[in-house]
């Protein structure tokens, strides 16, 4: 992606040639997303727009209107058999009038939404010029009512009293309109329209007036006809009329005469759509140019496009509109490649992306591994290939090194892990890479490569300054401290037998701070921090304790940092660290570890008031020490993502540089706000038993109110009360990163918190009553929205529940009471010895039964597992469940191939051995604790496994029958040669039309079948 700078001249044709040439190296400074795909679909797009609820609708080719929420899309199409469905696929214009009332211009007429019915009206004057269906552009006319451009003329529409208004092209009538073909329309500030008339310039209508003053975009004797072909227009703030045409803009203050307009250089491309965001700047998409934003202070366009070395550039330059919703996201709709979004809410970061590799013949890549500050406000950039000197003002690559290995006085190697330049860009610049260590004097000079004795120690990890103008070297197995002066080294390893010398032999981060003392540690060999006394040659460790909260928070240490008030940073593979100097030389450790999520600190730098910034995985985290705040900026505030470790470096100007493996993010710490407003959250959804109310036809005994875009009412039969509402926050910059809290009043006594992939509250058997669900929302950076969306529910209770029913059923029960009393009394006397008998018959069958149970168990004696009487109560038991929930019931039927033979063979103790054996797998493939084993009788076994669906339950029979298999129980009279089964698997889902007989009995059906295709497998019942 490139930005460009374009200066408004004199009105003149404008020609490709007038639009320069871009940079191979300029960098932009959004970062666009791609949105997803809008329900399984990435149609063309052609129109977009946020309604006042925060709903994101989109217009398309072909694939009709969609409504998107953030998360899923919801899709409206034409359906010929259907008069309230879309009237046509291609809507090229969405309209939301004062009233909130949603209107699509489609091919064939203007469709207003009904959010009750979830389905549309259409509306068309009587009668029209040919084409007058299809609409290509809508605005409101100030008064309630619209402008309609079409096909088939300008009309005016005034959707309360349903009068069109149409103006039509009369070739008698020179105040006619002068061509029935509208492209665009505008609104000025006293209420006149202009329309765009293709291909004849523009048509001004003054308010009240019925006839037309025609305008020639280029008046020149030779006309450019592209000129003429005006596509888009867009009134600014301070009423400056911006004309889009085949040939790029078209600028007229809107004051002075017509004649003063001026063209403003921009590409050779059809401005398709203009749009001004919440400052006020001026946005155009283009055909095939890209994106286009106008910057009044410099006259200037800059200018966005796709650039395939950067992910996060557009996606595509075929655009056909743009706008920015009240988030602060800049969405941008193209014709070919889906959705882009950028977030303009975010100030204070520039991506940087040095290298076009796509435009480069020489090896690029924009994976930085290690940055360093330049002379003259530039940078030195290292990679995987080779190093390079960068102008961050110009947004270019100054030069490049890389090594060949074959001429002498090229870098030693092309991976470059570390570089420190001395004297602030006076001295000579020191590069670490992977084969030793490099020294460049000047600019236009050659490398003189320094190396160490060995592969690991020319392994370079980071270079840092130490006095006297010696440097300190991390490398792959050692410390190093070398005097450039003199040539001395001094290896640091550990010795396993000297407690004072390095915890580890390798090192990746050092750090001789202000006060001599150097720290070091390694991101990979654990040993925690060490700290070197240079006078002594001793080293103290700092090592983490679980046990002490005061101790390092890990022991990988990943970066060190000293700010400018001389406080030690430590950078570890768990959060970072502040070191704390204490009497007698003690030191502890503050961690700020919870606060930055436990992110490994990749790299750290501190701005000028004071702030400490690290790099890692998930972000940039800002800190202010004095107050212990954190601040996360993510992707979603236009970062470059994919930070690399040790990958930084602070300008002279104050500017921060944090490298990754997509090129770099430049910090200007005073100018970081992320300014963010609340979400509006809204119920996207309710279902009842699994069946959506977005189809505006609600089932029987249930009564939802309101819009479907957001209800307002729920009533459902306690029959019905199972249901489910899901909701979203219509904040687009990060949804996934948004947060929830739900709380049915009446039911749920504490707000329920949940996040983005969890966006529903479902409730099942309420009591008869009246509930009230709130639900609100925070997002990503978690400000939430002061008022819920609320739904009342109602629970109607059942006829027995009622107050005449409960009125006439006490009646009934003090009459019947009274009744019995009086026969009761009349028969104590008369039947008290028969009931003393009867009392004692009870009391003896009592004992019988009792005895009964107890003689019959359960369990079965032989296997250990649950026997047949045992396995029909819980299949009737795990049926009236399922039946409840909805959930399917899973069974297989096993038996034990060519059992009979086996008997017969090794006799009935060793067949018992075999059934107990079967028995045992079964247990174990059981898919959890409620899944019941059984011995159905003799050699025939049941597994029942409730809430399983068939998939499960065959792959679990097919394990089984593998199992067996692989234990080789050896059974001569088989065919196989070892003990083998044969399963049956059934899975049913509870309802009017089965029952676990039936369920029983597929199972058995399958088992019988897998017998008769030879034993030794499963079968699926069908």
């Given at each position: 992606?490139?930005?460009?700078?374009?200066?408004?001249?004199?009105?003149?044709?404008?020609?490709?040639?007038?639009?320069?040439?871009?940079?191979?190296?300029?960098?932009?400074?959004?970062?666009?997303?791609?949105?997803g795909?809008?329900g399984?679909?990435?149609?063309?797009?052609?129109?977009?727009?946020?309604?006042?609820?925060?709903?994101v609708?989109?217009?398309?080719?072909?694939?009709?209107?969609?409504r998107?929420?953030g998360?899923?899309?919801?899709r409206?199409?034409?359906?010929?058999?259907?008069?309230h469905?879309?009237?046509?696929?291609?809507?090229?214009?969405?309209?939301?009038?004062a009233?909130?009332?949603i209107?699509?211009?489609?091919?064939?007429?203007?469709?207003?939404?009904n959010?009750?019915?979830?389905?549309?009206?259409?509306?068309?004057?009587?009668?029209?010029?040919?084409n007058?269906?299809?609409?290509?552009?809508?605005?409101?006319?100030?008064?309630?009512?619209?402008?309609?451009?079409?096909?088939?003329?300008?009309?005016?529409?005034?959707?309360?009293?349903?009068?069109?208004?149409?103006?039509?092209?009369?070739?008698?009538?020179?105040?006619?309109?002068?061509?029935n073909?509208?492209?665009?329309?505008a609104?000025?500030?006293?209420?006149?329209?202009w329309?765009?008339?293709?291909?004849?310039?523009?048509?001004?209508?003054a308010?009240?007036a019925?006839?037309?003053?025609?305008?020639?975009v280029?008046?020149?004797?030779?006309?450019?006809?592209?000129?003429?072909?005006?596509?888009?227009?867009?009134?600014?703030?301070?009423?400056?009329?911006?004309?889009?045409?085949?040939?790029g803009?078209?600028h007229?203050?809107g004051?002075?005469?017509?004649?003063?307009?001026?063209?403003?250089?921009?590409?050779?491309?059809?401005?398709t759509?203009?749009?001004?965001?919440?400052?006020?700047?001026?946005?155009?998409?283009?055909?095939?140019?890209?994106?286009?934003?106008?910057?009044?202070?410099?006259?200037?366009?800059?200018?966005?496009?796709?650039?395939?070395?950067?992910?996060?550039?557009?996606p595509?330059?075929?655009?056909?509109?743009?706008?920015?919703?009240?988030?602060?996201?800049?969405?941008?709709?193209?014709?070919t490649?889906?959705?882009?979004?950028?977030?303009?809410?975010?100030?204070?970061?520039?991506?940087?992306?040095?290298?076009?590799?796509?435009?480069?013949a020489a090896?690029?890549?924009n994976?930085?591994l290690?940055?360093?500050?330049?002379?003259?406000?530039?940078?030195?950039?290292?990679?995987n290939?080779?190093?390079?000197?960068?102008?961050?003002?110009?947004?270019?690559?100054?030069?490049?090194?890389?090594?060949?290995?074959?001429?002498?006085?090229?870098?030693?190697?092309?991976?470059?892990?570390?570089m420190?330049?001395?004297?602030?860009?006076?001295?000579?610049?020191?590069?670490?890479?992977?084969?030793?260590?490099?020294?460049?004097?000047?600019?236009?000079?050659?490398?003189?490569?320094?190396?160490?004795?060995?592969t690991?120690?020319?392994?370079?990890?980071?270079?840092?300054?130490?006095?006297?103008?010696a440097?300190?070297?991390?490398t792959g197995?050692?410390?190093?401290?070398?005097?450039?002066?003199?040539?001395?080294?001094k290896?640091?390893?550990?010795?396993?037998q000297?407690r004072?010398?390095?915890?580890?032999?390798?090192a990746?981060?050092?750090?001789e701070d202000?006060?001599?003392?150097?720290?070091?540690?390694?991101?990979?060999?654990g040993?925690?921090?060490?700290?070197?006394?240079?006078a002594?040659?001793?080293?103290?460790h700092?090592r983490?304790?679980?046990?002490?909260?005061?101790?390092?928070?890990?022991?990988?240490?990943?970066?060190?940092?000293?700010?400018?008030?001389?406080?030690?940073?430590?950078?570890?593979?768990?959060?970072?660290?502040?070191?704390?100097?204490?009497?007698?030389?003690k030191?502890?450790?503050t961690?700020?570890?919870a606060?930055?999520?436990?992110?490994?600190?990749?790299?750290?730098?501190?701005?000028?008031?004071g702030?400490?910034?690290?790099?890692?995985?998930?972000?940039?985290?800002r800190?202010?020490?004095?107050?212990?705040?954190?601040?996360?900026?993510?992707?979603?505030?236009?970062l470059?993502?994919?930070?690399?470790v040790?990958s930084?470096a602070?300008?002279?100007?104050?500017?921060?540089?944090?490298?990754?493996?997509?090129?770099?993010?430049?910090v200007?710490?005073?100018?970081?706000?992320?300014?963010?407003?609340?979400p509006?959250?809204?119920?996207?959804?309710?279902?009842?038993?699994?069946?959506?109310?977005?189809?505006?036809?609600?089932?029987?005994?249930?009564k939802?109110?309101?819009?479907?875009?957001?209800?307002?009412?729920?009533?459902?039969s306690?029959?019905a009360s199972?249901?489910?509402?899901e909701?979203?926050?219509?904040?687009?910059?990060?949804?996934?990163?948004?947060?929830?809290?739900?709380?049915?009043?009446?039911?749920?006594?504490?707000?329920?918190?949940?996040?983005?992939a969890?966006?529903?509250?479902?409730?099942?058997?309420?009591?008869?009553?009246?509930y009230?669900?709130?639900v609100?929302?925070?997002?990503?950076?978690?400000?939430?929205?002061?008022?819920?969306?609320?739904?009342?529910?109602?629970?109607t209770?059942?006829?027995?529940?009622?107050?005449?029913?409960?009125?006439?059923?006490m009646?009934?029960v003090?009459?019947?009471?009274?009744l019995?009393?009086?026969?009761?009394?009349?028969?104590?006397?008369?039947?008290?010895?028969q009931?003393?008998?009867?009392?004692?018959?009870?009391t003896?069958?009592?004992e019988?039964?009792?005895?009964?149970?107890?003689?019959?168990?359960?369990?079965?004696?032989?296997?250990?597992?649950?026997?047949?009487?045992?396995?029909?109560?819980?299949l009737?038991?795990?049926?009236?469940?399922?039946?409840?929930?909805?959930?399917?019931?899973?069974?297989?039927?096993l038996?034990?191939?060519?059992?009979?033979?086996?008997?017969?063979?090794y006799?009935?103790?060793?067949?018992?051995?075999?059934?107990?054996a079967?028995?045992?797998?079964?247990?174990?493939?059981?898919?959890?604790?409620t899944?019941?084993?059984?011995?159905?009788?003799?050699?025939e076994?049941?597994?029942?496994?409730?809430?399983?669906?068939?998939?499960?339950?065959?792959?679990?029979?097919?394990?089984?029958?593998?199992?067996?298999?692989?234990?080789?129980?050896?059974?001569?009279?088989?065919?196989f040669?070892?003990?083998t089964?044969?399963?049956?698997?059934?899975?049913?889902?509870?309802?009017?039309?089965?029952s676990?007989?039936?369920?029983?009995?597929?199972?058995?059906?399958?088992?019988?079948?897998?017998?008769?295709?030879?034993?030794?497998?499963?079968?699926?019942?069908?």
């Open positions: 992606m490139s930005c460009l700078i374009l200066l408004s001249v004199p009105f003149a044709p404008v020609r490709a040639a007038d639009w320069p040439v871009s940079p191979e190296a300029v960098t932009p400074s959004l970062r666009f997303k791609k949105l795909p809008l399984g679909d990435e149609p063309s797009m052609l129109a977009l727009l946020q309604d006042r609820q925060g709903y609708w989109v217009g398309t080719h072909t694939n009709g209107l969609y998107y929420n998360y899923q899309a919801v409206y199409a034409h359906n010929p058999a259907d008069p469905s879309l009237p046509h696929d291609r809507v090229s214009a969405i309209h939301e009038d009233k909130g009332r209107w699509a211009g489609t091919q064939n007429g203007l469709a207003r939404f959010p009750d019915t979830n389905d549309f009206t259409v509306v068309a004057p009587a009668q029209g010029p040919n007058h269906r299809i609409i290509k552009r809508i605005i409101a006319d100030g008064r309630g009512g619209m402008w309609i451009g079409s096909w088939g003329g300008l009309q005016h529409y005034h959707p309360d009293t349903g009068k069109f208004s149409v103006y039509a092209h009369d070739a008698k009538d020179p105040g006619s309109l002068a061509s073909d509208l492209n665009a329309l609104l000025d500030a006293g209420g006149g329209v329309a765009a008339t293709w291909p004849g310039g523009l048509d001004y209508l308010p009240g019925t006839s037309f003053r025609h305008h020639q280029d008046p020149a004797v030779r006309a450019d006809a592209r000129v003429n072909i005006v596509r888009a227009l867009q009134f600014d703030r301070n009423g400056e009329l911006w004309i889009g045409t085949e040939a803009v078209v007229w203050d004051k002075r005469d017509w004649s003063t307009r001026t063209a403003v250089p921009s590409p050779a491309s059809r401005i759509d203009f749009n001004l965001d919440n400052q006020g700047r001026l946005w155009a998409t283009t055909l095939s140019a890209g994106l286009l934003r106008w910057n009044r202070e410099r006259g200037a366009f800059d200018q966005f496009v796709h650039a395939a070395d950067d992910p996060y550039s557009l595509g330059d075929n655009l056909r509109a743009v706008m920015q919703d009240r988030g602060g996201m800049l969405w941008i709709a193209s014709f490649d889906g959705i882009a979004l950028a977030n303009l809410s975010s100030e204070g970061f520039t991506r940087h992306v040095p290298f076009r590799i796509d435009r480069r090896p690029a890549s994976a930085l290690s940055l360093s500050r330049a002379p003259a406000g530039r940078l030195w950039l290292g990679g290939v080779g190093m390079s000197l960068y102008d961050p003002g110009t947004r270019t690559v100054v030069k490049t090194w890389q090594a060949d290995g074959r001429t002498p006085g090229n870098l030693s190697h092309s991976i470059v892990y570390s420190y330049q001395q004297d602030d860009g006076k001295g000579p610049l020191w590069l670490g890479t992977s084969n030793g260590l490099n020294r460049l004097d000047h600019v236009d000079g050659t490398f003189r490569a320094i190396h160490f004795g060995n690991a120690s020319d392994y370079i990890n980071l270079i840092a300054p130490g006095a006297g103008g440097l300190w070297l991390a197995n050692s410390l190093i401290r070398y005097d450039p002066a003199t040539d001395a080294r290896i640091y390893y550990n010795d396993p000297d004072t010398s390095r915890s580890v032999d390798g990746s981060t050092v750090l202000s006060s001599g003392r150097v720290w070091v540690g390694s991101e990979w060999n040993g925690g921090l060490d700290w070197l006394d240079p002594t040659g001793i080293f103290r700092f983490h304790d679980q046990a002490d909260a005061a101790s390092i928070s890990d022991n990988n240490i990943v970066s060190l940092h000293e700010d400018a008030r001389g406080r030690i940073w430590i950078g570890t593979s768990k959060g970072l660290n502040l070191a704390v100097f204490e009497a007698g030389g030191v502890r450790f961690s700020y570890a606060a930055m999520r436990s992110q490994k600190i990749l790299a750290i730098e501190h701005d000028l008031d702030n400490i910034w690290c790099s890692t995985l998930a972000g940039l985290f800190l202010d020490p004095e107050t212990g705040k954190v601040s996360l900026f993510t992707a979603a505030d236009g470059t993502e994919g930070f690399t040790n930084s602070r300008g002279a100007d104050g500017t921060l540089y944090f490298g990754g493996v997509h090129g770099m993010t430049a200007t710490p005073s100018n970081v706000r992320s300014s963010s407003v609340p509006q959250v809204a119920i996207t959804d309710i279902t009842v038993f699994n069946h959506s109310l977005q189809n505006g036809k609600p089932r029987a005994n249930v939802a109110e309101g819009p479907v875009t957001a209800p307002t009412a729920l009533t459902l306690s029959e199972v249901f489910s509402i909701f979203a926050a219509l904040h687009y910059t990060d949804p996934g990163q948004n947060r929830y809290a739900y709380q049915l009043q009446g039911f749920d006594r504490e707000w329920v918190h949940t996040d983005a969890h966006r529903s509250a479902s409730y099942t058997n309420l009591n008869p009553g009246h009230v669900f709130r609100k929302a925070a997002n990503h950076l978690g400000v939430w929205n002061e008022e819920p969306a609320t739904l009342r529910v109602t629970i209770p059942p006829f027995w529940q009622r107050w005449w029913f409960r009125m006439l059923g009646a009934l003090v009459f019947t009471l009274a019995l009393y009086r026969i009761r009394i009349d028969r104590l006397t008369r039947h008290q010895v009931l003393e008998k009867v009392v004692a018959a009870r003896a069958e009592l019988e039964s009792n005895r009964k149970l107890a003689a019959l168990s359960t369990t079965d004696g032989l296997t250990g597992v649950v026997n047949r009487r045992g396995f029909d109560l819980a009737a038991a795990e049926w009236r469940r399922a039946a409840r929930t909805g959930q399917p019931v899973a069974l297989s039927m038996d034990v191939d060519f059992f009979k033979k086996y008997n017969d063979h006799g009935h103790q060793a067949g018992d051995a075999a059934l107990r079967v028995a045992d797998l079964i247990t174990h493939h059981g898919r959890r604790a899944d019941i084993a059984a011995r159905y009788g003799g050699e076994f049941a597994l029942l496994a409730a809430d399983t669906g068939a998939a499960d339950a065959f792959e679990a029979a097919q394990s089984m029958c593998a199992e067996l298999a692989r234990r080789q129980l050896p059974h001569e009279q088989s065919p040669g070892m003990l089964i044969s399963i049956g698997v059934a899975v049913l889902v509870p309802g009017d039309d089965n676990p007989d039936m369920l029983v009995e597929m199972a058995d059906r399958a088992l019988y079948r897998a017998k008769q295709r030879g034993r030794n497998m499963a079968l699926l019942a069908h």
